[in-house]
């Protein structure tokens, strides 16, 4: 019997897949958001009920981007303005 433990990620493709390396980014599938794991936003939204049937990881933050998700206002405020600053001229935007 196995003990390694599995964690669910998901990749580029934005489809899930079994990982054995637990992710260092968290995500809200809905709103296509990643943010670093202790984000106060999602830590609000999480105990207030929320969130948790949406939550995605991801490996890295490569990979959010890869996914379509983008950089979360509160946990990653320059990348955040910097995207919006790049759709808002109809731009795509690259970290």
Known sequence: MSTTKSYTLTGPDGRPYASPVKGA????RGGKIYGR???AAALRAIARGGYVKNR????????????GYRPCGTC???KYRAW???TERGESWTP
């Open 25 to 28: 980014w968290g995500g809200h």
């Open 37 to 39: 794991l202790d984000c």
């Open 56 to 67: 995605v990881f991801f490996l890295n933050e490569a990979t959010a981007l890869a996914a």
């Open 76 to 78: 990653c405020t320059p």
């Open 84 to 86: 919006k600053a790049a």
